[in-house]
């Protein structure tokens, strides 16, 4: 009885050793697989960077590196507690359909995110509008998601399927940016004078280009006020400050010259 007690202990004792040595095998595994991980994906990007690889391509592929040699790391572990590779196989492979099927939006993400960086519609450092409106700078190029921060600090993720399949506005493509501006003055100021001083205030502004040249149209005649519209051209760097200078401008010089800013308003008349 004693030597069967003895056995059983004993049993016990090396299965729990055992396990323990597997137990510390697995966290070392885990703390040396990623912290090879880190040091390979922190070399490729130092490598990446000296050779001048274009940033989104080389955070789409940091990205992606990062996720294999992380997975692979995971299928170590389960070895080392001693799930056999045939049956890792067996479940990814029986596995495969219904994640396929729960992660098909996650699939056409990494789909677009190669589609992007195929086709180029923006860059890293590229200002963009999306179809609904979100306008930033893109920061990186993921293997899911696009990272954009906005100009109020926002950081977005944006899902690379979607902004591959809708429409994109890229700001930052053509050198030079046609601006806009429409002003209205009260009926009966001189729409002349108001052309010309209009194009001296551009004219005396350097950043506005010369050619294509600023026009000065009437836009269109409106209940209180005759609307002129402002044309000229800038590059894309000064295309923000130079709107606000010459609206300002505008709104401390117009006055000065007899040329009034009206306010809507509408004539009453009572039948006696």
């Given at each position: 009885m004693n ?12 299965m ?93 993400n ?25 306008m ?7 293997i ?18 979607a ?21 209205a ?7 002349e004078a108001?052309?010309k001083?209009?194009?001296?205030i ?42 606000a ?15 009034h ?6 004539d ?5």
């Open positions: 030597a069967t007690l003895t056995s059983v202990i004993t049993t016990l004792g090396n729990v050793a055992d396990f323990g040595m597997k137990i510390l095998a697995v966290i070392a595994i885990w703390v040396i697989g990623f912290w090879v991980v880190k040091k390979i994906v922190a070399s490729l990007r130092y490598t990446m960077k000296r050779h001048n690889v274009e940033p989104s391509l080389a955070s789409f592929v940091l990205s992606f590196l990062n996720i294999t040699l992380k997975f692979f790391v995971v299928v170590i572990i389960l070895t080392t507690l001693g799930v056999q590779m045939t049956s890792i196989v067996a479940v990814l492979g029986a596995a495969s359909l219904a994640v396929g099927m729960a992660l098909s939006g996650t699939l056409q990494v789909a677009g995110g190669m589609v992007i960086l195929l086709f180029k519609p923006f860059r890293v450092g590229d200002t963009i509008v999306t179809a609904d409106g979100k930033g700078v893109v920061k990186e190029i993921m899911f998601t696009t990272e954009l921060h906005t100009f109020d600090n926002q950081v977005l993720f944006l899902p690379n399927g902004l591959s399949n809708g429409v994109i506005t890229n700001l930052s493509r053509g050198e030079n940016r046609r601006t806009d501006l429409t002003v003055i009260s009926y009966g100021d001189n729409v108001a052309r001083l209009a194009l001296k551009l004219k005396a502004d350097k950043r506005v280009l010369k050619d294509p040249e600023p026009q000065i149209l009437l836009s269109s005649l409106d209940d209180s006020a005759v609307t002129l519209t402002i044309r000229y051209w800038t590059t894309y760097e000064d295309l923000w400050p130079v709107r200078e010459v609206l300002e401008t505008i709104y401390k010089e117009f006055p000065k010259n007899k040329l800013f009206p306010f809507p308003q509408m009453v008349h009572i039948a006696k």
